[in-house]
């Protein structure tokens, strides 16, 4: 069966201190990873996409990178407003434009 | 500004009555979604549709039911066979055209609760 898990599944940081979350699939046909941010209450905000295995995606603070069997998400030198979910999800081959989520890391950023 | 509205935010309902999510697009996007979120679990696929007057059942459709009759507009409804309605329901969007990327663009939310 197709899976995306995540992990941690919460994660607490203090500003400045820089770490990565994992998104690891067992699919096949991995037609592209997606990664998403999404705050209490509102709909996720869409961040990077990721094809290939070896491929680098920035933005700001944070960093996803993609292997055969896993992405992850680095976040350098976290700030307070990094605090919330960041969600994966994987398009499979034969499935249109349909995505798979993963459950998400809540991240807490504190001063 | 190009986007997708959700609208009401929040909807209360008795229990035995059907409801309508409104979801409306103006990215020109050809394929619409809806999800549902309960806490501590992943968004979960209730219908899907790639171009106008047609759609599909996604992963939990059972007690849904949904048209595609203008490209803009994607409304789900809520039906009283559904065992578990309360649930924060996402719309979204994609492009859905072909060599186009597939991510997808969210809406707002509905959180809909029933008692």
């Known amino acids: 069966e197709d899976q995306v898990t995540q992990s941690p599944e919460a994660l607490r940081l203090q500003e400045g201190e820089s770490s990565s979350l994992n998104c690891s699939y067992t699919?096949?046909?991995?037609?592209?990873l997606f990664w998403y941010r999404q705050d209490p209450g509102k709909g996720p905000e869409f961040l990077f996409t990721l094809y290939s295995a070896g491929e680098e995606k920035e933005k700001e603070r944070l960093k996803a990178t993609l292997t055969k069997k896993e992405s992850f998400l680095h976040i350098t030198a976290p700030k307070p407003e990094d605090s919330a979910t960041y969600l994966c999800?994987?398009?499979?081959?034969?499935?249109?434009?349909?995505?798979?989520f993963g459950t998400g890391t809540r991240l807490q950023v504190t001063l | 500004d190009g986007g997708i509205t959700q609208s009401p935010k929040y909807l209360f309902r008795k229990e035995g009555q059907n409801v309508t999510l409104s979801c409306e697009q103006n990215l020109n996007h050809d394929a619409m979604y809806w999800y549902r979120q309960d806490p501590g679990q992943g968004l979960r696929l209730i219908y899907y549709s790639q171009i106008v007057n047609d759609f599909q059942k996604g992963d939990i459709a059972e007690g849904y039911s949904v048209s595609r009759e203008k490209k803009e507009s994607f409304p789900l409804t809520v039906t009283s066979a559904q065992k578990n309605p309360t649930a924060f329901y996402l719309c979204?969007?994609?492009?859905?055209?072909?060599?186009?990327?597939?991510?997808?663009?969210f809406g707002p939310g509905t959180r809909l609760t029933v008692t």
């Open positions: 979204a969007s994609s492009s859905g055209r072909q060599g186009a990327t597939y991510e997808q663009y």
């Open positions: 999800a994987v398009r499979l081959s034969g499935t249109a434009s349909k995505l798979t």
């Open positions: 699919v096949s046909g991995l037609r592209g």
